[in-house]
Each structure stands twice: as C-alpha cells, then as structure tokens.
C-alpha cells in the first residue's frame, strides 16, 4: 500500500506564497504523473498542475503564471511553489501520483489525504 505525506499547507495572506510537498513513503517501481489538485467547500474537486515523468507541465488557467509543479524522480516527490496567491486558491490541496508499486503490477492512483490552504485578504 502506497501512502503520501503531504506538508506545506497553511495561512497566508494574499500576495503571499507557500510550498507544498508530497512524498511516496513506500518503494515504488515507477511513477507516471504527478500533480496537485484542490477542493473549496461546496465546489468539486479540480486539477490544479501536474507534471509528466519527463517533466511536461499542464496548468489550471486560474493559476498559470502564479504556481509551479516540479519533481523529485529520485524521492518520489512533487512540489507546488504557489506564489502571488489569492483568497480564491483557498481550498484543501490533494496531491494525486499514477505509478506501479512492481514491474508487473497496474498503474494506480494514489491520493494524500489533503493539506488546507487558506488565503486572507
């Protein structure tokens, strides 16, 4: 069973940035995608960046320009930089990764449990 440890989240004013991480903390063979999703109350939850093994990048229009994904093949971690953030990025973020545990085994969704960003104005 794969487990992910997020950390990172917190309060911030707007105009302010955090960094949220999430790691794999068992053995995994290979890991495809990773990226970052989020959640606000009363909303459905919604892709927020991820980013390919190869390092391609794919952006919500609502945070281009404002967060960056990244990736730690080697510690099987992903990163969000949120920069110039806004009380509207407020949510619970969930960090989705798509990998296999074994050569043979099916590529799987492994979500973290989720981290609250909230942003004051």
């Known amino acids: 069973q794969v487990q992910l440890v997020e950390s990172g989240g917190g309060l911030v004013q707007a105009g302010g940035s955090l960094r949220l991480s999430c790691a794999a903390s068992?053995?995994?063979?290979?890991?495809?995608?990773m990226g970052w999703h989020r959640q606000a109350p009363g909303s459905q939850r919604e892709l927020v960046a991820d980013?390919?093994?190869?390092?391609?990048?794919n952006y919500a229009d609502s945070v281009k320009g404002r967060f960056t994904i990244s990736r730690d093949n080697a510690k099987n971690t992903v990163y969000l930089q949120m920069n110039s953030l806004k009380p509207e990025d407020s949510a619970v973020y969930y960090c989705?990764?798509?990998?296999?545990?074994?050569?043979?085994?099916?590529?799987?969704?492994?979500w973290g449990q989720g981290t609250q960003v909230t942003v004051s104005s």
């Open positions: 980013i390919t093994r190869g390092g391609s990048t």
């Open positions: 989705k990764l798509e990998g296999k545990t074994t050569p043979s085994s099916q590529n799987t969704d492994y």
């Open positions: 068992t053995s995994i063979f290979r890991l495809n995608v």
